[in-house]
């Protein structure tokens, strides 16, 4: 088993070589070649035989301590982040010279600032709208809150009130018109009653009628016939005029009535008199 | 092997039984056997299924279909319950149980005043302001279990829970918030990182205004008076003694609430925020000062 894991080629993630039977093959890769971007700790592990720390000069000791921690830092930082892209992800405001067209905008400084406050110096002044922008604002906001919150309160007060004021003017209305239907309803059935009954008289009227034709012409002729019919004619006419006479004969006596009791009523009137002035008289 | 012990013969039993396995359980109790599919003479030929046309082929039309009439689920295209559905505001529910469980798991700290910032910062709550969510809509769920003492501040609630809140002494705040402010509130921190001034909360639109200036679901424009006169009705009409916050130690957190005007507790709109430097930035500009305030 050893012979074989050591025949076959190992890849060491952190320095990105090869090795094959302890030989060292470099990676070919573009970053690697270049030593731009992921080169660079692949240099340092190149010279990576640290040096004895307890032979170092005295004197240059502060010097090289910060040196020496920064290359053993750079050796450690195994990410392959750019030294920006490192920054950013470490919270450290990024050093990038300002190259492209949004690096100028104040949205992008306003966020560096919020992001690292005076560090990335850009004056927290950016973070304000402008008196342009401030006068924009107020008239989108002029436009779209027209009213204050006492003025929508009260709108929307006086709109549920009219609603309200609606529905109880049409209930109103309708209680209203209910009553009207009661009274026409009950019009309505005395008519029909009236109608119905006057309906049946008319049709009794009729069957008499027949019923006395029949009689007078003992059932020898059939009720189409036009002397039948003739007949059924003259006696309603007959009936009608004994009917209409009958009726004169009532109000004329019911005239006659009224005027005796009128009479009677006017010779009791005249009596009274007559005794209240002799009563007079008298005393 | 015969034994009086009842286990030792189980035990003895267990010995010469074979093991536990798939070819000597017994069915559950409620198992039904699947009928199989037969074949041939046993069942087979065209299986129940008649002789020729759709029934035979099982090429069933789809449920619905009339065979070319117009269906009937499609007759009445009318659904007027979704006029202006996509227009509607929407509170996302949190329920009283589940907001006890985050006091209880110290995801929020009822010591302070509860608002959206709180709710959204346990990462339990997640309201999607662009899909016009208007906050949290507190729900009954859990009100019988729900025990703590809190100052809140949700954006919709219903009557059984400002009655379940304020039963233990807490105080309840109906607030609405413009989705510019939702957008500060449900991700503090990533807004005051942006540089921005703490924007200014603007008033409700005309539909929700009733529900806000209304003490009865305790709106944060309603009359203070009216709000303690209702809280002494709900708490008649439910049948619990109100609890006096006048003489609570925690007076001052359970009465502390927001400016009609501002979104952050402590905080005033106009305000900018740095957390990298600690410093609270005012504007000075007269003109700025004036458009924040009013």
Not at chain 1, 198 to 217: C, P, Q, S, T
Request: with cysteine; hydrophobic share 35%; charged share 30%.
């Amino acid at each position: 088993m050893t012979s074989l894991s050591g025949l076959l080629p190992t890849f060491s993630k952190e320095n990105g070589r090869l090795f094959i039977s302890g030989q060292l093959w470099k990676v070919l890769s573009p970053s690697f070649s270049t030593g731009a971007c992921r080169g660079v700790k692949t240099v340092a592990a190149e010279e990576a035989t640290l040096p004895d720390l307890d032979h170092v000069d005295a004197d240059a000791e502060d010097q090289d301590t910060s040196a020496e921690a920064e290359r053993i830092q750079k050796i450690r930082d195994i990410s392959g982040l750019r030294p920006n892209h490192r920054n950013i992800v470490h919270r450290v405001c990024p050093t990038e010279e300002k190259v492209l067209p949004h690096h100028y905008t104040t949205y992008y400084n306003k966020r560096m600032f919020g992001r690292y406050g005076y560090a990335s110096g850009v004056n927290p002044g950016l973070c304000w709208p402008t008196q342009e922008q401030l006068a924009e604002i107020k008239e989108y906001e002029r436009v779209a809150y027209p009213y204050s919150i006492m003025e929508v309160a009260k709108r929307e007060l006086e709109k549920e009130e009219a609603e309200k004021e609606r529905i109880l003017s049409r209930d109103a209305e309708v209680a209203d018109k209910y009553q009207k239907m009661l009274k026409l309803k009950e019009e309505f059935l005395k008519r029909k009653v009236k109608e119905k009954e006057e309906a049946e008289a008319a049709k009794a009227f009729k069957n008499r009628l027949i019923e006395e034709v029949r009689l007078h012409f003992n059932y020898t002729i059939n009720e189409r016939d036009e002397r039948f019919r003739l007949e059924v004619k003259e006696r309603a006419k007959q009936l009608r005029e004994k009917e209409k006479l009958e009726k004169k004969t009532l109000k004329k006596e019911k005239q006659a009535v009224d005027k005796a009791a009128k009479f009677e009523i006017q010779k009791k009137q005249l009596l009274a008199e007559e005794e209240r002035k002799a009563a007079v008289k008298s005393t | 092997m015969a034994s009086h012990r009842g286990y030792e013969k189980a035990l003895s039993m267990l010995r010469t039984l074979p093991r536990v396995s798939l070819y000597n359980v017994a069915p559950t109790p409620n198992f039904v056997k699947k009928s199989k599919r037969g074949r041939g003479q046993h069942g087979g030929d065209t299986h129940g299924a008649g002789n020729k046309g759709a029934l035979a082929r099982q090429s069933y039309t789809r449920t619905g279909f009339e065979m070319g009439n117009n269906p009937y689920y499609l007759r009445f295209p009318n659904e007027p319950y979704y006029i202006g559905q996509h227009l509607r505001r929407q509170y996302p529910p949190l329920s009283l149980g589940q907001l006890q469980l985050m006091i209880d798991t110290d995801r929020i700290n009822p010591k302070k005043p509860i608002d959206l910032v709180q709710i959204c910062n346990t990462g339990l709550y997640k309201i999607n302001v662009s899909g016009l969510h208007y906050g949290v809509h507190l729900t009954d769920d859990g009100a019988d279990n729900f025990k703590a003492k809190v100052n809140i501040e949700v954006q919709w609630a219903s009557e059984p829970v400002i009655a379940a809140i304020e039963r233990n002494g807490g105080t309840i705040t109906t607030a609405f918030y413009d989705p510019r402010c939702l957008h500060a509130l449900t991700k503090a921190k990533k807004f005051l990182e942006s540089g921005e001034p703490i924007p200014k909360r603007m008033i409700p639109p005309e539909d929700a205004i009733k529900a806000y200036t209304d003490p009865k679901f305790r709106g944060y424009l309603a009359d203070p008076d009216k709000i303690s006169w209702e809280r002494l009705v709900l708490a008649q009409k439910y049948g619990y003694t109100l609890p006096k916050i006048e003489e609570d130690p925690d007076h001052e957190m359970l009465t502390a609430r927001k400016d009609p005007r501002q979104i952050f507790f402590g905080l005033e709109p106009g305000w900018v925020i740095n957390l990298v430097d600690r410093i609270i930035l005012k504007p000075t500009d007269p003109e700025l000062k004036e458009y924040y305030k009013g």
